[in-house]
């Protein structure tokens, strides 16, 4: 079974312009769920979607948005990119959400978008 | 606000010893917990998930759960060189925040030969 694709997998832009990046889930997962990754912020929740619908959202300005399809792939869009968004953005997906136990609620992580804005 | 505290590291273990790695987390209610190994330049990989209280062994890895201290840790035993990344705690959200994985800021874990 193939894993969590993301795509591209590296991105240069420059300062103003925006980008869309895309997740593939694993097959039959329906909760996507996308990370900033910086090396002085750690790990920041951007948002969750199920069912193409987002269920949480995180601490991020209106720029970064996002939307899921009905197959369960995702994106995301940052628009009027800044500087500080240069980061590597990661995509993980599980059968269901939170609180389930066992192994549905599992996320499993892409290889990750690596924005430079320039 | 719930947190995810991991021990700041770094954290050097010669070849063969026994890697500890500590989380506390602020959330009483928290269901399921996780342990993700981090490679440089990587993304994250789950290595171990823990629901109840007590010990869960996967090979060289063991995690365990406290509850009541709301504490998780994972030991490493017969640590290799290629243990070295960072390992991350993280914690699901419950309620309104159901779906959404907290993240400690990681260990960063070397096994020197």
């Known amino acids: 079974k193939a894993g969590v694709t993301q795509t591209p997998r590296y991105l240069i832009k420059t300062r103003g312009q925006q980008v869309t990046l895309s997740c593939s889930p694993i097959?039959?997962?329906?909760?996507v769920s996308w990370y900033q990754q910086t090396p002085g912020q750690g790990l920041q929740f951007l948002f969750e979607?199920?069912?193409?619908?987002?269920?949480n959202k995180g601490n991020f300005p209106g720029r970064f948005s996002g939307r899921q399809f009905s197959n369960s792939r995702s994106e995301m869009n940052v628009s009027t990119l800044e500087l500080g968004d240069s980061a590597l953005y990661l995509c993980?997906?599980?059968?269901?959400?939170?609180?389930?136990?066992?192994?549905?609620?599992?996320?499993?992580f892409g290889a990750g978008t690596r924005l430079s804005v320039l | 606000q719930k947190e995810v505290e991991q021990n700041s590291g770094p954290l050097s273990v010669p070849e063969g010893a026994i890697a500890s790695l500590n989380c506390t987390y602020s959330?009483?209610?928290?269901?399921?917990f996780f342990w993700y190994r981090q490679y440089s330049g990587k993304s994250p990989e789950l290595i171990m998930s823990?629901?109840?209280?007590g010990d869960k062994e996967d090979g060289r890895f063991t995690a365990q759960l406290n509850k009541a201290s709301q504490y998780v840790s994972l030991l490493i035993r017969d640590s290799q060189p290629s243990d070295s990344a960072t390992y991350l705690c993280?914690?699901?959200?419950?309620?309104?925040?159901?779906?959404?994985?907290?993240f400690g800021r990681g260990t960063q874990l070397t096994v020197w030969p």
């Open positions: 993980a997906s599980s059968l269901a959400r939170g609180g389930a136990r066992g192994s549905e609620n599992i996320q499993y």
């Open positions: 097959s039959g997962h329906r909760s």
């Open positions: 979607y199920f069912s193409e619908t987002q269920r």
């Open positions: 959330d009483r209610g928290s269901q399921s």
């Open positions: 823990i629901y109840s209280n």
């Open positions: 993280a914690v699901t959200g419950r309620g309104s925040t159901l779906g959404r994985l907290y």
